[in-house]
T-cell receptor
Framework: AQSVTQLGSHVSVSEGALVLLRCNYSSSVPPYLFWYVQYPNQGLQLLLKYTSAATLVKGINGFEAEFKKSETSFHLTKPSAHMSDAAEYFCAVDNFNKFYFGSGTKLNVKP | EAGVAQSPRYKIIEKRQSVAFWCNPISGHATLYWYQQILGQGPKLLIQFQNNGVVDDSQLPKDRFSAERLKGVDSTLKIQPAKLEDSAVYLC???????????FGPGTRLLVL
């Protein structure tokens, strides 16, 4: 069964516009949730993680995500996109030792 | 603090050959992960070690893939024999403990011809 679904394999925004990357998950236990970023020819880097504390999680580079249990969602947002945000973003869920990544969303930022 | 090291960075082999990848995790990290990332897809967890022991290998194709983590430090992942569909980037990650933040190495890019 699919544990993580990322809607939209490609998202394009203008510089300065809102970034919204969608992630929905399924879990039979309280999950830990993560967003990772992968820049071209670089390794995966953690942006932020949710571990059952505050539902609004702030990460690096101005990104944040909100855990919504009723919607089983963990969408990633940034108020104002920068050219340097162009990368691929992966949502991931930890169902207690079962770790799943989503298929990724490539973010393109237009000048 | 040194990051996760992997070698080689690139490997090209013929199908039916064997290949091995090496990973050196961050010092002191108890948990080590191997992922397979096929082009255009998210990483898929192949195997997770906690110190010397295997926590999860449910997605490891055990007829051709094997992995070990001797002395709870370095790890090797082997494919024998390789198939065309094994072409992917193999990522190693480590964390201080289970469910802690994973730190990823640069990956090994494998091409099977």
């Amino acid at each position: 069964a699919q544990s993580v679904t990322q809607l939209g394999s490609h998202v394009s925004v203008s510089e300065g516009a809102l970034v919204l990357l969608r992630c929905n998950y399924s879990s039979s236990v309280p999950p830990y949730l993560f967003w990772y970023v992968q820049y071209p020819n670089q390794g995966l880097q953690l942006l932020l993680k949710y571990t059952s504390a505050a539902t609004l999680v702030k990460g690096i580079n101005g990104f944040e995500a909100e855990f919504k249990k009723s919607e089983t969602s963990f969408h990633l947002t940034k108020p104002s996109a920068h050219m340097s945000d162009a990368a691929e973003y992966f949502c991931a869920v930890d169902n207690f030792n079962k770790f799943y990544f989503g298929s990724g969303t490539k973010l393109n930022v237009k000048p | 603090e040194a990051g996760v090291a992997q070698s080689p960075r690139y490997k090209i082999i013929e199908k039916r050959q064997s290949v091995a990848f090496w990973c050196n995790p961050i010092s002191g990290h108890a948990t080590l992960y191997w992922y397979q990332q096929i082009l255009g897809q998210g990483p898929k967890l192949l195997i997770q070690f906690q110190n010397n022991g295997v926590v999860d290998d449910s997605q490891l194709p055990k007829d051709r893939f094997s992995a070990e983590r001797l002395k709870g430090v370095d790890s090797t992942l082997k494919i024998q024999p390789a198939k065309l569909e094994d072409s992917a980037v193999y990522l190693c990650a480590s964390s201080s403990d289970r469910r802690e933040t994973q730190y990823f190495g640069p990956g090994t890019r494998l091409l099977v011809l």
